[in-house]
């Protein structure tokens, strides 16, 4: 458990870990690529561990070297156990990597989060468009390329950030040309087109919403640098804001950044971007952050929504919060509720009335952007915050509690 002694007020400089949701695509993208990569400034995370796990399955070594993982690639499977699989949802990414480079694929559907259902319909749909073919046999997927892949037109009907990651993955070493229309625009499948364009793929337009994938016949590894955690900068500006505190971050891409800034400023925090880093110095009480609708990017992201509830739920007035990604996304709510929030939830809908102050009190996270939620209101709240359900945290954040230690708060991790 995490034990936060509230109220804080942060200050001080700490430097933002590479991003979880680029690292998982990549370490599944050196399934194709022939031997070694380096991959610089990888978070160390339970889901990176479990994606490790998996290459190590399939028969590559990997080792870690401070913030660098190398991928040395010995491929010698194509099965996916189902024990990994039920640990995350984007090991699902692994699919078209795996079919790609061995022409057939074993693995069952995948677990993660709590937040509601998640299918792979549009995994599934658009990588039978390049000729793979699906089977489902109790729980599990058995895919085959017989012919190898072949590039064709897929048209996307949501930008799913797995299913163009899937996409690509399949088609960077296929005959042909593949298109993605309507793409995730997500930073993070632009970090992906760049780790394997280096390696030797053709993929152009990787951040927009039209991809066009030129099949190449092999990848070789390189070496690649993850791109910043734009969700744990958002999750320490949240804890910022909340505590009255001056925060610098380094080592953030301020452009990512720009999606989220209109909570942050609608609340009274001065914002400064410089070159790769960000100050942040709130007002003694925030306003509130008025109306935050989740969007694909470059709108509002569903994973900082959590984080900016708990700013909301300490401002000076309402806020209304619009989830429209995930069916799911509000069981923090509840944690917060318990730290005294005034928060209504009906559907997608939250109405969160701020309240001068929150109270210390056990809570418990049920994932992993609503248990950092839940850090952050302990920040803010008086008395003593007991956060269950560390594991969460874990998939996500590199050492949040010796993070926010460093920052001046009262906090630690127990047993
Ligand atoms: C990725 C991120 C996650 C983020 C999400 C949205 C990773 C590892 N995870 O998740 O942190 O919250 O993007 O920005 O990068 N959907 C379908 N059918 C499908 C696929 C998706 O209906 O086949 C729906 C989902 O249920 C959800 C929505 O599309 O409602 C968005 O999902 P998607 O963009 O695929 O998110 P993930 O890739 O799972």
């Known amino acids: 458990m995490i034990i936060i002694d509230g109220p804080a007020e942060l200050c001080g400089e700490i430097s933002i870990q590479g991003a979880k949701n680029s690292a998982l695509p990549i370490l599944a ?50 099965e996916v156990p189902q024990e990994l699989m039920r640990e995350m949802r984007s090991s699902i990414v ?20 709590e937040l509601g259902p998640r299918p792979i319909d549009l995994h599934i749909s658009s990588l039978q468009k390049l000729g793979v073919e699906i089977e489902e046999k109790g729980g599990c997927l058995q895919c085959r390329a017989p012919g190898g892949i ?68 092999e990848l070789f590894g390189s070496e690649h640098r993850m791109m910043p955690d734009r969700i744990v900068s958002a999750t320490y500006m949240a804890a910022a804001a909340v505590t009255g505190g001056s925060v610098t971050l380094r080592d953030v891409d301020n452009a990512h950044i720009l999606p989220m800034l209109s909570p942050f400023e609608e609340s009274g925090c001065e914002v400064r971007q410089m070159g790769g880093s960000l100050n942040i110095m709130a007002p003694r009480r ?16 569903t994973d900082a929504q959590p984080v900016v509830m708990s700013m909301a739920a300490v401002g000076s007035g309402t806020s209304v919060f619009v989830e429209n990604i995930f069916e799911n996304r509000y069981r923090h709510a509840e944690g ?27 809570v418990e996270a049920w994932d992993l952007r609503g248990g950092a939620a839940l850090v952050v209101a302990g920040l803010a709240a008086r ?22 230690a460093l920052l001046g708060a009262r906090i630690r991790e127990a047993d």
Do not use: W
């Open 29 to 78: 993208a050196t399934v194709l690529c022939k031997g070694q990569s380096v991959l610089h400034n990888c978070p160390d995370l339970t889901d990176v561990e479990t994606a490790v796990r998996i290459l190590e399955h399939l028969g590559c070594r990997c080792a870690r070297e401070g913030s660098d993982l190398v991928v040395d690639n010995a491929m010698t499977g194509c």
């Open 383 to 404: 008395g003593r915050t007991e956060i269950e359900g560390v594991e969460y945290i874990r998939r996500g954040y590199e050492d949040i509690a010796g993070n926010l």
């Open 336 to 362: 917060l509720q318990r730290l005294g929030a005034k928060i209504k939830v009906e559907g997608k809908v939250a109405i969160v009335e701020g309240v001068d102050r929150l109270a210390g009190a056990p």
């Open 286 to 301: 925030l306003m509130p952050v008025k109306h935050i609708r989740t969007m694909p990017y470059p709108g509002f992201p």
């Open 94 to 113: 692994f699919l078209g990597a795996i079919v790609s480079r061995c022409g057939e694929a074993r693995l069952c559907f995948p677990g993660g989060c």
């Open 150 to 217: 072949q590039g064709a037109y897929v048209s996307l009907s949501f930008p799913s950030v797995g299913a163009t990651e899937n996409l690509m993955l399949a088609a960077v070493c296929s005959k042909g040309t593949t298109i993605i229309a309507n793409a995730a625009r997500e930073p993070e499948i632009a970090d992906l087109a760049a780790y394997l364009n280096r390696c030797g793929g053709r993929i152009y337009g990787a951040g927009e919403s039209c991809v066009i994938i030129d099949g190449v016949k």
